[in-house]
């Protein structure tokens, strides 16, 4: 599987597996995709075992079909509204004698940050720098290279359910695959729809997914805020099943091809029917009335994020404004909706901004915002592995070569011994000769 990662999208209406590599012109070639509907899981939290192990089984064969690769390890993506961000400060002094900061002096810095109190039931599963300080001098994001006695950091620590997580593993790993990495959902949506130039400037990502909406904050290119609630897609399912008193199927199909959440958006209203349950007669609904059952929630659902961006304090410095993905985003009329709510700019977040190859018309869509960042994730992993390789083994020749230069010069030295050896033996056999030729004389 060298330079070929796969992401896997555990969440709560639908299981994702995306297949990829990257090509020679830094393009990502997606291989192969694998979707099915989610069951066993509720607000992002693994609540039946054995189901959702057989819907991971089954997106992976369907990502290996189509790839014709073996899945053996994946990075795997993780929320739910048990996730918690806190804040820390991690202090350690620069041991290199020469003053240096180098990257094992950050690597301690990080790990000096993994000591800060949590609950026992909770484990860390990001640990993101926000800004470094050199000896009171703050505002620094890359510290490598600079001099300094003392590095301090602001460090953004994310956590989650022990159990939850191990649930998560568990899953996986019984299906036959390897867990290489957990990655929190929201970030891992932001690597595939946000651009640097909007991190830079301020940005908030608002995921709406099935069980969850996920919330990432950025600002000069750093993740600022994190947060998780319980409102999202099946919320609006739930309106409109006991709205028009249809199955949960019926209302997710309804929803998908009708459903509007805005209703000025609606250009032409029309009415749809509805098939009778147990023989009973078709009901006839107008996309304004389902529009009327859809627009509350999404409203409530926008203004308990926009209470969130107000809470994180970066609300009023959001220069690119709000960026919403997710399947739900499908909902026609959602960024106007938003716009409205939110007050300030709003843009549909496809996984379009990247150069992509294969199968890249499949994934240009809100649905895979989440498996194609996990992906690119594995691609960030795979490259910073190859230049470890890389480095370890000019280290490993360059000593190689010192060794091979010593055990020269010990050859070169019991060489010239020997020579000296031999020279005084030789003297010495010539000078024994002349004295027995001169003791023959005498005689």
């Excluded at 150069?355 to 915002?369: D, I, K, W």
């Excluded at 960042?373 to 795979?382: A, K, P, Q, T």
């Amino acid at each position: 599987m060298k330079n070929i990662t796969v992401g896997l999208d555990i969440g709560t209406s639908k299981v994702c597996t995306l297949v990829a590599s990257k090509a020679e012109d830094d393009k990502l070639e997606i291989l192969g995709i694998g979707i099915a509907e989610s069951e066993g899981l509720n607000r992002g939290v693994v609540v039946n075992i054995e189901r959702t192990v057989n819907t991971i089984k089954k997106v992976i064969d369907q990502a290996e079909q189509q790839s014709g690769i073996k899945i053996e390890e994946v990075t795997v993506g993780i929320a739910g509204d048990h996730i918690e961000a806190t804040q820390t400060r991690a202090i350690v002094g620069v041991s290199n004698p020469n003053q240096e900061i180098t990257q094992e002096d950050v690597d301690r810095l990080l790990e000096n940050a993994r000591n800060v109190r949590i609950p026992d039931e909770r484990e860390i599963i990001h640990v993101m720098p926000q800004e470094f300080i050199i000896d009171g001098q703050d505002g620094i994001t890359d510290p490598i290279g600079m001099s300094g006695v003392r590095m301090e950091a602001n460090v953004h620590i994310i956590t989650g359910l022990k159990t939850a997580i191990k649930n998560i593993h568990k899953c996986v790993e019984r299906c036959g695959v390897q867990v290489k990495e957990v990655v929190l959902e929201p970030i891992a949506s932001s690597r595939a729809l946000l651009t640097d130039e909007e991190k830079e400037v301020g940005v908030a990502l608002i995921d709406i997914g099935g069980g969850t909406t996920d919330i990432a904050i950025f600002e000069e290119n750093v993740i600022r805020f994190t947060s998780i609630f319980g409102i999202a897609g099946k919320h609006v399912t739930d309106d409109i099943r006991k709205g028009l008193g249809i199955i949960a199927n019926q209302a997710e199909r309804i929803k998908r091809e009708y459903g509007y959440c805005y209703l000025p958006s609606i250009a032409k209203d029309e009415v749809f029917m509805i098939p009778g349950i147990g023989g009973r007669q078709p009901m006839e609904v107008s996309k304004s009335n389902l529009c009327r059952i859809i627009q509350p929630r999404m409203e409530e659902l926008f203004e308990f994020a926009l209470v969130e961006l107000r809470n994180s304090g970066f609300a009023d410095r959001l220069g690119a404004g709000v960026v919403v993905t997710g399947g739900t985003c499908l909902l026609k009329g959602t960024e106007d909706l938003a716009r409205e709510v939110f007050g300030m700019p709003v843009k549909l977040g496809i996984p379009s901004g990247i150069s992509y190859s294969g199968l890249a018309p499949e994934v240009e869509s809100p649905v895979y915002s989440t498996g194609v960042g996990l992906s690119l994730f594995g691609i960030d992993n795979l490259e910073d592995v190859d230049s470890e390789v890389e480095n370890s083994y000019v280290e490993e020749v360059s000593h190689n070569t010192e060794e091979k230069s010593d055990s020269s010069d010990e050859i070169k030295a019991a060489k010239e011994e020997q020579e000296t050896k031999d020279s005084e033996k030789s003297k010495g056999k010539v000078s024994f000769a002349t004295r027995l030729k001169t003791f023959i004389e005498n005689l």
